[in-house]
């Protein structure tokens, strides 16, 4: 196979992974079931909670009808209407990488800010937003209690705060922040969301008091529910256009697995039973997880509730005598996808970091290019360093595929001597050629393998770069202030293009007709307009690394001779 069918190969390759990742955004894009309205902060799905599968006589029960003389529902004592008001106030917990908002119906978590990633890169940016309440990005995060004879605290019944805000201060490690619910017949719910420093894992310590007078059964459950958010434009380079949005549970037995939104159907809901495991929301870069005690049984299941979406972690039934209390705990992970931290949150949460199908190359090539970003403290020399020992790796089958080449120039007068000589005869041509090849012992399918082998290290290093949020606004030098966004003065672009140019010209041709040699012509600036809008951190690699190979075959031409004279 001589160059210009190597490198047409790889072209086309690139282009088909490109495409199909186009065509995946146009045909499986998530999309609502019906337009974005106004509608309360946190839905109404009591109706839809499923009994646990241990306890088919426990139906799905509704929220605990209000106290008389008590219209919120809080079951303690409000002694006036302006107390309510200020007790329904949102409450607002700060630490140094979170804040979150709370909202005192079902101790719901409406949004959350993620202090350390900046939408952009402008400064006094706003903070990514995780959960929110805006128009096209409605996500909360709920959990509840329900039961058929007794109160049921469910997300829908207000709960008490001590007070409107929280802030973890310096020197302090950690915070709590409770939230009490009590039923005028003297069943008593506390939650306490327990914030430590530095962390996005989110303690929810539950405790249930039973001062009823009878015996109270039921059951919790956690969920998360979500407006798919539009979708976004920029086609094939854009990675927001394609990384993976909506559910994903991992357990046990399924080990891990995801569905897109519009690929969760009300008819077939997710209907899953295990002990341990977590349920979450994906997005690209970030994601919210809840996590259950690993020794509790839990049912996973979801829903489509009003356009929204919904996944939720269902625990066993419990029973409760009258007087007793009983104590729950659940995790909530709320936060980037920080790939050396993820699995010693829970067994699989790593796994939310998705790579595709080429996730057992991927993972090592981000272990190795964070290992020199530990070395060097800055992302863009980690990528180059990551590319010379790629090329260290591949450097015999390269020297093996420039060598090809070097001998296919050295016999390029020839074969275009066979050529003028056979015309038209395009069979009596590749005969003669094929001939002269077995002649001088070359192998026209030396260039081919070295190319097939580095397009999935080329396309997993792509996900990488892509995927990792710890790349994400990462400044590499000069001009280049995020690796994660195109080069905006085209530089790295330019330069891919003339090494794509020049390794043209050091590349044999033989026997290519004027429409192949047109082609080849416009082939480099095709690249180069297309590479002009990638991430940064990619065309680095990639320029990098067709500069090395682009001075290895320079050094293999020069050392294995020129052409040969025109004769056969």
Known sequence: MNQTRTFL?????????????????????????QPATSQPAIESVDAELPAFSDDASLPAAEAAAPIAGDPSGVGTELTDSIEAAVRLEPVVVTTDVLRLTIDPRGASIIRAELLNYPQTTQRGAPSVELFSQEAGHDFSAQAGWVSNNGPSPSHQQIFRSDAQAYRLENGSGRIEVPFRWRDASGFELTKTFVFERSSYVIDMQETLQNGSGQAWRGYAYRQMLRQPPASKGGGMTNPEAYSFVGAAWFSPGEKFNKLKFDDIEPAKPLDVAGQGGWVAMLQHYFFAAWIPDPAEASRFSTAVVRGRYLIRASAPTIEIASGASQQAHTRLYVGPKLQEHLAGVAPGLERTIDYGILTLLAEPLFWLLSFFHSLTGNWGWAII??????????????????????????????IESLKERYGEDKQKFNMAMMELYKKEKINPMGGCLPILVQIPVFISLYWVLLESVELRHAPW???????????????????NLLTMWFTQKLSPSPGMDPMQKKIMTYMPLVFGVMFAFFPAGLVLYWTVNGGLGLLQQWFINKRHGGPAPAKV
Request: no cysteine.
């Open 9 to 33: 190969l790889f072209a086309w390759a690139l282009v088909g992974f490109l495409i199909w990742q186009a065509w995946q955004v146009d045909y499986h894009s998530p999309t609502s079931s």
């Open 385 to 414: 360093l990551l590319v010379l020992v790629i090329k260290a790796a591949f450097f015999k089958l390269s020297e093996a595929q420039y060598k090809s080449f070097a001998k296919m120039r050295a016999v390029q007068p020839r």
């Open 477 to 495: 030098i000069l001009w280049i202030t995020n690796l994660s966004a195109p080069d905006p003065f085209f530089v790295l672009p330019v330069l």
